[in-house]
């Protein structure tokens, strides 16, 4: 069972807007810790995404998004494309563990 | 270009014991902080261990706290994750990763390796 909760799959139509969530709790996101974001296609590593709860490395499309409010955290993807279709995964450090922790991931389906 | 490129994963029985590399290029070692992060066939993903610029801090989860050990050698460019006592919950598909300047994130990873428990 992971610290941040993910669901486990959304879906969209191609030109939809999706939102993943990621909730922590006060020991981690809530704590001030910051929100990264990951993106995983099949059989391949990680990719960052989003680091600092909503900034884009270089080369990451502006149709991605990050967001933090509380205890939770949110990925936006606009104008969604086949190839979005992934799996992404939520980060953050959580200071009770003294570990860097992963949400379980959720699972894009493009309609 | 920076790149991360893995060797040493393979076949090994329960209670053995298995070293992996990771070899990097295109950036300074020695400036950033490092990790492994493994993940479980069909399973997210896990951190399991964390070392400092010059490998004067180890931090690790307590899965595998007490049973491997993570180092570098900077002027060899390559990061070593030693694994003792291995046990099928061990199975997984294991990342090198960069921490750039302690942030807290990973920019950069390996290819990964699989490393797969079984008698």
């Known amino acids: 069972q992971s610290i941040l909760t993910q669901p486990p799959s959304v879906s969209g139509a191609p030109g939809q807007r999706v939102t993943i969530s990621c909730t922590g709790s006060?020991?981690?996101?809530?704590?001030?810790?910051?929100v990264h974001w990951y993106q995983q296609f099949p059989g391949t590593a990680p990719k960052l995404l989003i680091y600092?709860?909503?900034n884009r490395p270089s080369g990451v499309p502006d149709r991605f998004s990050g967001s933090k409010s509380g205890t939770s955290a949110s990925l936006a993807i606009s104008g969604l494309q086949a190839e979005d279709e992934s799996d992404y995964y939520c980060?953050?450090?959580?200071?009770?563990?003294?570990?860097?922790?992963f949400g379980g991931g959720t699972k894009l389906t493009v309609l | 270009e920076v790149q991360l490129v893995e060797s040493g994963g393979g076949l090994v029985q329960p209670g053995g014991s298995l070293r992996l590399s990771c070899a990097a290029s295109g950036f300074t070692l020695s400036s950033y902080s490092m990790n492994w992060i493994r993940q479980a066939p069909g399973k997210g993903l896990e951190w399991i261990s964390f070392?400092?610029?010059?490998?004067?801090?180890?931090y690790y989860a307590d899965s595998v706290k007490g049973r491997f050990v993570i180092s570098r050698d900077n002027a060899k460019g390559s990061l070593y994750l030693q694994m003792n006592s291995l046990g099928a919950e061990d199975t997984a598909v294991y990342y090198c990763a960069r921490d750039p300047a302690g942030a807290g994130y990973f920019d950069y990873w390996s290819q990964g390796t699989l490393v797969t428990v079984s008698s």
């Open positions: 070392i400092s610029t010059n490998g004067a801090t180890t």
């Open positions: 600092d709860n909503n």
């Open positions: 980060q953050s450090y959580d200071y009770t563990l003294n570990d860097w922790v």
């Open positions: 006060s020991s981690n996101i809530g704590a001030g810790y910051y």
